[in-house]
């Protein structure tokens, strides 16, 4: 049995589709370690939501609470009870 050997033109057409796949390879890599980073992007804003979230449902829980009432009126609407003086830092 004799074997034909392949020509030039065969050998370049597969240099060539071995460069091709090879440049494919890189780029896929590239878009994957791209999804990577903007999956761990995404991941920590949704870990940022749910303490949010864990946040509001502890408020509405507690929302008849008497000492959570007044945490929110001191904290976030800047009430005083009568007698109380607030004293503001104007040194920095």
């Known amino acids: 049995m004799k074997f034909k050997r392949s020509g030039f033109l065969s050998k370049v057409v597969v240099v060539c589709l071995l460069v091709f796949v090879a440049i494919t390879l890189l780029n896929i890599q590239s878009q994957i370690q791209e999804a990577e980073e903007q999956l761990e992007v995404y991941q920590a804003a949704v870990d940022e939501q749910r303490e949010t979230n864990a946040a509001l449902e502890d408020n509405i829980a507690n929302s008849s609470d ?12 800047g009430l005083v009870e009568p007698g109380e003086v607030i004293f503001y830092d104007t040194t920095n």
């Open 66 to 77: 008497p000492d959570t009432l007044l945490d929110v009126a001191k904290d976030k609407l």
